[in-house]
């Protein structure tokens, strides 16, 4: 068994005086992926949000590395737990290379150091011919990967803390290579131990990233499982009101969802 690195146990979150989540209960292992899916107004982001201190929990508990998550101080967690969100707003004049350095300010570790694993996140990402360009001169999809550079550069080595990588729709703005490219860095950083929460749209990615697959649907959890357990046509059915088909991948062996 793995080690424990977030527990979220009983949650519920109001918003605007309506119930955003209820009962949610959600453990995420070390080197585990666990991808969040559900209809628009599930309460996917609110998840999230509430995971990373942005939303008051009404009841429940988040525990991350042993410890409640509002005892950690801002720098301590940002050390060790990075969020991509689902839209990054940046309208100043920074590089490339600048923005992904903005990942590495809570680390007290030297420039030269900082730069090599900003360089090595950038490779990662596909955007090493940017380094130099403003980042407010690329694409959505570009922006997109510099942004996962940064946040990748955030929890890039390994301490003495457990490490958590929460992504909001990675995929979103990207060709359909470098959504291919969303599996291959999730993979990456599970194979060092990190534990990975995100959510995805599209349900054939999230059956080729995910350890666990969470369905949610009104704020609560309607199921959860691996792949093959969650994603089949009842549920597709139920909770996201499609007809569709699944079949097996043949090369990977992933499900394909075809509607």
């Not at 950690?72 to 350095?101: D, G, H, M, Y």
Request: glycine share 6%; hydrophobic share 45%.
């Amino acid at each position: 068994m793995s080690d424990m690195t977030l527990e979220v146990s009983d949650l519920a979150v109001e918003i605007s005086t309506s119930m955003a989540l209820r009962d949610i209960n959600l453990a995420l292992d070390a080197g585990s992926v666990t991808v969040i899916i559900g209809p628009n107004g599930a309460g996917k982001t609110s998840l999230l949000r509430a995971i990373c201190n942005d939303l008051e929990l009404i009841a429940g508990s988040i525990v991350f590395d042993k410890q409640p998550m509002h005892a950690w101080s801002v720098q301590e967690r940002a050390k060790c737990l990075a969020i991509l969100p689902q839209r990054s707003s940046l309208e100043f004049p920074f590089t490339v290379n600048e923005v992904v350095s903005l990942g590495r300010i809570p680390h007290s570790t030297s420039h030269r150091h900082n730069q090599d694993i900003v360089r090595q996140a950038l490779e990662l990402v596909d955007c090493s011919q940017f380094a130099d360009r403003f980042y407010i001169n690329l694409s959505g999809g570009e922006k997109q990967r510099v942004q996962l550079a940064r946040v990748a550069a955030q929890i890039w080595e390994e301490q003495d803390n457990a490490r958590c990588l929460i992504l909001d729709e990675p995929s979103s703005s990207l060709d359909l290579a470098h959504q291919a490219m969303i599996v291959d860095i999730v993979q990456y950083f599970a194979a060092q131990g990190v534990a990975i929460l995100t959510v995805l749209h599209d349900l054939n990615l999230a059956s080729k990233c995910a350890n666990t697959l969470v369905t949610l649907s009104d704020g609560e959890i309607v199921s959860a499982g691996n792949p093959t357990e969650v994603l089949t046509e009842s549920m597709l059915r139920d909770v996201f009101g499609i007809e569709a088909t699944i079949s097996q991948n043949e090369r990977d062996g992933s499900l394909l969802v075809a509607t």
